[in-house]
């Protein structure tokens, strides 16, 4: 009897409890929301921030559009300057064009150095167009030249050229396309000759030398040869942008300050090129060997190509394997000059060697380049070495 009435009890304290005991759940549930709520606050608020600091901090130059927009306005003033100093009297504007043109030379160091983030085709515009600006400046520096006092002079004649010797000096391919002959020289030229079979065969095979195309006032494009050894002197290349695309097992000298400089799918290639006032930009090269000055080298697709560098900027390399890099040599007389003016003259940096790999993100040294050996590094062609100083 006590024991049942104990049981009833107990029952009638639990009915009574149960509103409390769910009230304080209901509290505990709340407070646990509340935690949640709180903290998801407290993390939207700590993104917001850090992106708030993102903006702050980042590097404008990173910002493709930016960097376009600020490039846009610097060229349209350089334009516009320029202009207004070659509509100069003779004699004058001398110190306003060596001002620009140290303006040009910065603009072509910002463009090197967004090299690394800019799309090609960006790049290749900005390009275009800093040789078009180099070229309004170097036309107003003529134009603005002393003119010289009219007098008469007794000149010697100059002796006839030779008919034999004249049509050696340049020779069309039965497609019309034009191949330059070695400047004349005092010593033979031999070593950069090849046998007669090969040289029509790359003709035959529509090899083409073209001048400036439509996009382009400045450029030029080799294109198609195969086994063939070609030298474009100073008159030939000096200022303007090159292409070399689809070459095998050529010899390409051009040996003259460019404006730039684009080579594509060249297989088993020597390519020696003086100073590059702007960018080159090398794809789909494979067991050849590149001599190149320029403010930024960027290298896409490449192979078992050995580079000889002299660079204001890191080398970018994507998609290559196999590569070897080694410092510059001049590969003709008067390149040291040529190396002074377009500010190449040194690379204590040594940036030839400090090479970003795009396509190899960790920490560890990227297994895709190397230092080319000493013993292994060849010499400077006699054959360019043996032309004469412009």
């Not at 600091?53 to 376009?68: G, M």
């Not at 320029?82 to 030379?105: H, M, N, R, V, Y």
């Not at 195969?226 to 290349?237: C, F, N």
């Amino acid at each position: 009897m006590v024991k049942r009435e104990q049981q009833q009890q107990a029952c009638v304290i639990e009915v009574l409890d149960a509103p409390v005991a769910a009230a304080a759940a209901g509290s505990e549930r709340e407070r646990v929301l509340g935690r949640l709520a709180e903290r998801e606050e407290q993390r939207t608020a700590t993104t917001a921030r850090r992106l708030e600091e993102l903006e702050v901090t980042a590097d404008p130059r990173e910002s493709v559009d930016a960097f376009l927009e600020e490039f846009a306005e610097r060229r349209q003033q350089l334009e516009a300057a320029l202009s207004a100093a070659a509509a100069g009297e003779p004699g004058s504007g001398t110190a306003e064009l060596t001002a620009l043109a140290k303006q040009i030379a910065d603009l072509e160091k910002a463009v090197a150095d967004a090299t690394y983030f800019l799309p090609a085709y960006d790049l290749r515009q900005a390009t275009l167009a800093l040789a078009a600006l180099r070229e309004q400046q170097e036309a107003a520096a003529a134009a603005l030249q002393p003119r010289k006092r009219f007098a008469f002079n007794r000149k010697a004649a100059a002796p006839k050229e030779p008919e034999g010797d004249a049509a050696s000096s340049d020779t069309t391919s039965s497609n019309g396309a034009l191949a330059t002959g070695p400047p004349a020289s005092s010593q033979p030229q031999q070593d950069m000759q090849l046998p007669a079979e090969q040289q029509s065969a790359g003709q035959q095979q529509g090899a083409a030398i073209s001048g400036p195309d439509s996009g382009n006032s400045q450029g030029s494009t080799i294109s198609g040869l195969r086994g063939q050894v070609l030298i474009l002197s100073r008159e030939d290349a000096a200022g303007k942008e090159f292409t070399l695309s689809d070459l095998e097992e050529c010899t390409i000298y051009l040996l003259a300050p460019l404006a730039a400089l684009f080579l594509h799918g060249l297989r088993r290639c020597r390519v020696y090129t003086g100073p590059v006032a702007g960018a080159c930009f090398v794809e789909g090269a494979s067991d050849s060997t590149l001599m190149i000055a320029a403010r930024q080298v960027r290298i896409h697709s490449a192979a078992a190509t050995d580079f000889y560098l002299r660079v204001r900027s890191h080398p970018i390399i994507e998609h290559s394997a196999g590569l070897r890099f080694a410092p510059y040599a001049p590969a003709y007389p008067g390149a040291q000059r040529d190396l002074e003016e377009q500010g190449l003259a040194e690379d204590g940096a040594a940036m030839w060697r400090q090479v970003n790999d795009f396509g190899w993100l960790r920490a560890t040294c990227s297994p895709h380049w190397t230092v080319l050996p000493e013993s292994e590094r060849a010499a400077v062609p006699a054959a360019a070495a043996a032309l004469p100083a412009a």
